[in-house]
């Protein structure tokens, strides 16, 4: 449940509603900079472990023009990853020292666990990028569903109150687009392909929760506060109706079957 706001704050969200804008260089209001900051670090954090979570699959993807396509991927993750972290140095935090003292090539051992909603470690990255990727087929199912849900997040920053934010977010939802394609396309082959399909449904069972998750806990905290500070446009819930819609639509259309997502099966104890 959202708090209750103060005369003060109740001012800044209506000027941020009538077009305020804000840049790094200015004194931030504090309610302002540490949502901010939030959302930074997780999307930093994110791009960064997802860069390094992708990079074997540059020697193990299987054939050529794939070890192509994984490279393009790896480079673009880890240039959002490093975009993020220089408006986060300009804002006064130190992401080289943060990168040297978290391990993000860390995974969970165990391939088919679920750590549900928790965080693994201290680090800021959505917990989808704390599972390992085994095969072949969660590469792709990564990029079919982990990067469209970002894409679908990311498309609420291009209205973003923050300026350098809302630069840097341009060319990064282009990039998503190629990978989400890549997803939808290998995912769909494998899917139509005889030998391939079984496999492909069981992993994607096993990726459906966790992406699931990514959009969060109904009884945890809104996000309302992102929404009146100009830093989202829509609720998690919102972007992950029409994620779901969107997944449900081509696993119809390929003959997959999404498994049934129950938020109270993702309470693991830590
Ligand atoms: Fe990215
Ligand atoms: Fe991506």
Known sequence: MAREYTQEE???????ENGRTFTAEENLPEIYRKSL????WMQGDSEYAGALGYMPWIAKAPNAHERVLVSQIVKDEMRHAHAIYRILDKLGEDTH??????????????DKSNIGFTRAKDDF?????????????DFCLFNFLMDRAAGHQLEDTLHSSFNPWKEAITSIVKEEAMHLA???????????DPEKKEFLQERLNLWWP??????????????????RLGLKKRTNAQVRDVFVKEIQEKCDAWGLTLPEYKEEDQQVAS
């Open 182 to 192: 890549h997803g939808d396309k290998t995912v769909k082959e494998m899917a139509l």
């Open 210 to 227: 966790r992406v699931m998750n990514v959009f969060g806990n109904s009884k945890g905290l809104s996000n309302d506060i992102y929404i």
């Open 125 to 137: 990255r959505v917990n989808i990028f704390y599972y390992p990727i085994t095969y072949w087929e």
């Open 37 to 40: 900051m939030n959302l930074l």
């Open 10 to 16: 109740k001012k800044l969200f209506e000027e941020i």
């Open 97 to 110: 020292d943060h990168c040297l003292n978290h391990e993000f090539d860390w995974r969970v051992e165990d």
